[in-house]
T-cell receptor, first 112, second 114 residues
Framework: KQEVTQIPAALSVPEGENLVLNCSFTDSAIYNLQWFRQDPGKGLTSLLLIQSSQREQTSGRLNASLDKSSGRSTLYIAASQPGDSATYLCAVSGAGSYQLTFGKGTKLSVIP | EPEVTQTPSHQVTQMGQEVILRCVPISNHLYFYWYRQILGQKVEFLVSFYNNEISEKSEIFDDQFSVERPDGSNFTLKIRSTKLEDSAMYFC????????????FGSGTRLTVV
């Protein structure tokens, strides 16, 4: 059974810092990995989708990498802003499966 | 940008009552999903739906749960007899193709069972 772990559980940084969020998964037979943002009491906003054949994806200040063989992904946020404060979730889908398996998330606080 | 719309945003119901959570997926999407998130816990898969039938479901999705696409636009989740432990945020999602191509989630319905 796929398990997804995210470290750290919470992170507080001053505005302007670059930071890295980590995600690991136990079964490397994934089809893709997706990073989401969740604001308190809100839905999930997709940030980046990496197919299993890809190594990284970039969108603005965000860069996500995938090392499928080692079961790891990182989300890099450059020049953090207070508006980046949210919980960041990592989720993987298995080959031929319809479902996403989520990590518990990293709660990020960016201090002005 | 197209959105997945969920109603209501918050529902309070008494234990044992039936509830129906509603979702309008993105119009050209073919795959529909329900997930739930109990407060402080992970987002968990409940069910996927394609071509008017359930394609995959989790252990959570027992006989108390059902899904339906009653018309060309709505997608519903019914809980027949709610329990206290059904209190959670329920998310609807849709995708154009299989999960391989990424999901779009709705903003969720917070269900509180009292």
């Amino acid at each position: 059974k796929q398990e997804v772990t995210q470290i750290p559980a919470a992170l507080s940084v001053p505005e302007g810092e670059n930071l890295v969020l980590n995600c690991s998964f136990t079964d490397s037979a994934i089809y893709n990995l997706q990073w989401f943002r969740q604001d308190p009491g809100k839905g999930l906003t997709s940030l980046l989708l990496i197919q299993s054949s890809q190594r990284e994806q970039t969108s603005g200040r965000l860069n996500a990498s995938l090392d499928k063989s080692s079961g790891r992904s990182t989300l890099y946020i450059a020049a953090s802003q207070p508006g980046d404060s949210a919980t960041y979730l990592c989720a993987v889908s298995g080959a031929g499966s319809y479902q996403l398996t989520f990590g518990k998330g990293t709660k990020l606080s960016v201090i002005p | 940008e197209p959105e997945v719309t969920q109603t209501p945003s918050h529902q309070v119901t008494q234990m044992g009552q039936e509830v129906i959570l509603r979702c309008v997926p993105i119009s050209n999407h073919l795959y529909f999903y329900w997930y739930r998130q109990i407060l402080g816990q992970k987002v968990e898969f409940l069910v996927s739906f394609y071509n008017n039938e359930i394609s995959e479901k989790s252990e959570i999705f027992d006989d108390q749960f059902s899904v339906e696409r009653p018309d060309g636009s709505n997608f519903t989740l019914k809980i027949r007899s709610t329990k206290l432990e059904d209190s959670a945020m329920y998310f609807c999602a849709s995708s154009e193709k299989l999960a391989n191509y990424g999901y779009t989630f709705g903003s969720g319905t917070r269900l509180t069972v009292v």
